[in-house]
């Protein structure tokens, strides 16, 4: 089982220096508004390849107004190995990451260890723009295929210099075509890549007993060509449309993620906000079942304020099914609730403000 034994955050936030141990079950946080619970999570997030479960500037996190730059350091205790790893930023360079001492590029973060998370701002996923949902799906698209990080980079890259054309009004064929063949390339690599997703998610919450709700997610390609031929065909026809929106209108950067509250048939942007909640969750934990079955080890789980929106049996069984995967899930809470609830399954640590920066102490 893949979990953290140690974490030390040194400027990072509201943090000066902490340091915690900790073990391989769950582990909840509790303490007022702004003590620091959120920013621990944050810094879990910033162990995984890009800009953590803030989508923050690097240079946001260092510790105001000192602003020295951060550094968060943690072991991972993953099936028997241990490794060190470190993820800091010195002002005026961008972010490092070391794994056992060594540089190493984002993406290997990625293959080291799974991290998956839900947090306050995903609540409204299935009412905000597309791109989130597109963001939220390329998140489990990469948990499941390290390498889809790389596709749609990539695939952006081309984009963003057939952007250029179309903005520039340039007519070059030979150049449109170069790009296009690019974007059909990658493009239809991320098509594959989410459909393997979507597979995988579904199949993980058929086969489970488990108290959440099924999503039925499906891509709406409306507009978008799946695989490479069709889509360098598609993007070269679309080329005049193109020319006068000034960018590109079709690829697989305006896929639709859908998603159905399978049992009611109802769209979740027409559910509940608990409801809406609930199906988030089940998403989560399909994930996470199905990325212990190909690797043998549950992801770490990071669950900002999940408890919001959910009813009292419904925490009861998300506490039930995390203590069942036996995945390290970091919770947070403001209240009593959190301790009460999961009582001597979790490991749980007060979080306060001091004068010296929030400090994290283990209470039981
Ligand atoms: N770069 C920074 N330097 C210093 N303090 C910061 C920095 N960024 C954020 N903070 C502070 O960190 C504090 C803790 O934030 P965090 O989001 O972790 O709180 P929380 O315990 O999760 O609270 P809540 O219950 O309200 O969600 C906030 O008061 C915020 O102003």
Not at 106 to 124: C, E, F, H, K, Y
Request: charged content about 25%; aromatic content about 4%.
């Amino acid at each position: 089982m893949a979990h953290l034994t140690h974490l030390t955050l040194s400027h990072f936030r509201s943090y000066k220096q902490a340091t915690f141990a900790v073990g391989a079950r769950p582990i909840a946080l509790f303490g007022p508004n702004g003590a620091g619970k959120t920013n621990v999570l944050e810094a879990i997030s910033l162990l995984s390849p890009g800009r953590g479960l803030r989508r923050a500037a690097p240079e946001e996190i260092a510790r105001a107004p000192e602003a020295v730059g951060w550094k968060i350091k943690a072991e991972l205790d993953g099936m028997g190995h241990t490794h060190e790893i470190e993820s800091r930023m010195e002002p005026g360079q961008s972010r490092l990451t070391r794994i056992d001492g060594k540089a190493a590029p984002q993406t290997a973060l990625g293959r080291l260890m799974r991290i998956l998370w839900l947090v306050p701002s995903m609540d409204r996923l299935w009412l905000d723009g597309a791109s989130e949902r597109r963001r939220f799906l390329d998140r489990m698209t990469m948990s499941f295929e390290p390498g889809h990080a790389d596709a749609t980079l990539a695939y952006e890259k081309a984009m963003r210099e057939r952007n250029r054309l179309l903005k520039d009004q340039v007519r070059d064929a030979a150049w449109f075509a170069g790009l296009e063949a690019q974007m059909a390339e990658h493009g239809a690599a991320i098509h594959a890549n989410r459909a393997m997703t979507l597979d995988r998610i579904a199949s993980a919450q058929a086969g489970a007993a488990t108290a959440f709700p099924q999503a039925d997610l499906a891509l709406d390609e409306v507009s978008t060509a799946q695989d490479k031929a069709t889509l360098v065909t598609a993007l070269a026809e679309n080329r005049p449309r193109d020319l006068a929106a000034g960018r590109t209108l079709i690829g697989p950067h305006r896929s639709e993620l859908q998603a159905i509250f399978a049992a009611k048939a109802t769209p979740a942007r027409l559910c509940s906000t608990g409801e809406q909640k609930a199906l988030l969750v089940s998403l989560i934990l399909a994930n996470a079942r199905a990325l212990a079955e190909d690797l043998g080890a549950p992801p770490i789980l990071l669950l900002d304020e999940v408890a919001a929106h959910l009813d009292a049996g419904r925490r009861a069984a998300l506490y039930d099914e995390i203590c069942a995967l036996r995945a390290q899930a970091w919770l947070t809470g403001t209240g009593a609730e959190l301790f009460a609830e999961l009582g001597d399954r979790a490991d749980h640590f007060e979080v306060a403000e001091s004068n010296v920066g929030s400090r994290v102490k283990q209470v039981g």
